[in-house]
């Protein structure tokens, strides 16, 4: 079970994404720079979350990787709106996020790590050399700060209920979506058990600020492989399934504004979902 929280009044920020989406496009940019950084260093696991960050109270973080004889760490500070580079050989080192540009980023970035002996430039995709200086706004990029570190909140209540195997609350910077992976502990049937991405029977639980697919900030719920009647669950409170492009439940985040008691309202959606998935997988 999981343990009961007595909600504390907050006030989300609005996150239309309309109004910040060159900033969060910019975010995006630097997370899968500091992505991509992370997973030459950091050992390999499985469904790729070793290129993924973690939410801290100032922003994003890779947590400590491995270089050479040493550990590193990027933070995205979001409270700071800096780049930070730590060692444990004691190194600091910071760069504004402002009046940046993707190459400016990943320079820096190369300076201050220590010597590797990795090429980093042979590993990292095209579109990293851009010197167009990115946009930033700074209220935007705390308005974002305050929302990931309050749905990560949610999300680690939601996971400290589930006996199963779950993933870490991890952003990846691909999707630039916050998400959480609970496993129901079986193989789908068919499937090459030693294919990692498709072997494992699961649900998905996210936080998105918007896509293609849905214009503004959402939360969503998927499961693999999809069960029969797996929407047949009769969803409240404006959330509502979703089926062009892919299908899963969808409650959009302006939905929480609307809620006196938003935390509450959030994790009974992913309690419901996750026991109506869990249910079904049989």
């Keep these: 079970m999981t343990k009961q929280v007595t909600e504390v009044p907050v006030q989300l920020p609005a996150l239309s994404l309309s109004s910040w989406r060159p900033t969060r496009d910019t975010l995006q940019q630097v997370a899968r720079i500091v ?15 070793h290129i993924t960050l973690s939410v801290y109270t100032h922003g994003l ?37 402002a009046g940046q540009s ?58 400290g209920g589930l006996r199963e195997e779950t993933s870490p609350v991890q952003l990846f910077p691909h ?34 600020t918007g896509d293609d697919s849905i214009p503004d900030a959402y939360f969503y719920v998927t499961a693999y492989p999809e069960p029969a009647d797996w929407m047949e669950l009769e969803l409240k409170q404006g959330a509502y399934w979703h089926t062009e492009g892919w299908i ?21 959606y992913l309690q419901q979902l996750r026991l109506h998935g869990a249910g079904l997988m049989v």
């Design 102 to 159: 993707s190459a400016s980023l990943y320079r820096w970035i190369l300076s201050s790590l220590p010597s590797t002996g990795i090429d980093l430039e042979r590993h990292l995709p095209d579109g990293y050399g851009d010197e167009s200086i990115l946009p930033y706004d700074y209220q935007a990029a705390e308005s974002y700060r305050r929302t990931i570190n309050w749905v990560d909140s949610v999300f680690k209540a939601f996971k």
């Design 35 to 49: 992505g991509k950084v992370r997973s030459q260093f950091a050992p390999k696991s499985k469904h790729w979350w």
């Design 175 to 208: 999707h630039f979506d916050l998400a959480l992976n609970w496993f129901s502990g079986r193989l789908v049937p068919g499937a090459d058990p030693a294919d990692e991405e498709h072997a494992d029977e699961q649900m998905n639980f996210g936080f998105v």
């Design 248 to 268: 899963g439940a969808v409650l959009p985040y302006a939905e929480l504004l609307k809620h006196d008691q938003p935390y509450s309202l959030l994790l009974v």
């Design 61 to 97: 973080t890779t947590t400590p990787f491995p270089v050479g004889t040493q550990n590193c760490e990027l933070n995205l500070d979001l409270a700071g709106h800096r780049l930070i580079l730590s060692g444990s050989d004691g190194r600091l080192s910071t760069l504004p996020l």
